[in-house]
Nanobody, 114 residues
């Protein structure tokens, strides 16, 4: 059973930056496409960025050019560098594999003030 622990969220002004981290237990992490998801109040959880084992990335249009996903397989950690943050980026951010089949972690709150 893979456990995911997200960290790095916080309160930031619009235009600011944050770097999120997600550390996974278990060895299966190394063979999985991983992603960052977010869920804003009253909205469904959405996938915002994904990264393959080899490092190929993809992004939702809403974050393209502002967010960068990366991973360190040796550390079993996925990162999300978020720049030029906007109030609409406010959400709880989670990581999971691309099929979202791992148990969800507690997430990390990101709040962007205008």
């Amino acid at each position: 059973q893979v456990q995911l622990v997200e960290s790095g969220g916080g309160l930031v002004q619009a235009g600011g930056s944050l770097r999120l981290s997600c550390t996974a237990s278990g060895t299966i992490f190394r063979i999985k496409v991983m992603g960052w998801y977010r869920q804003a109040p009253g909205k469904q959880r959405e996938l915002v960025a994904g990264i393959s084992v080899s490092g190929t990335t993809n992004y939702a249009d809403s974050v393209k050019g502002r967010f960068t996903i990366s991973r360190d397989n040796a550390k079993k950690t996925v990162y999300l560098q978020m720049n030029s943050l906007k109030p609409e980026d406010t959400a709880v951010y989670y990581c999971n594999n691309n099929a979202a089949t791992f148990s969800w972690g507690q997430g990390t709150q990101v709040t962007v003030s205008s």
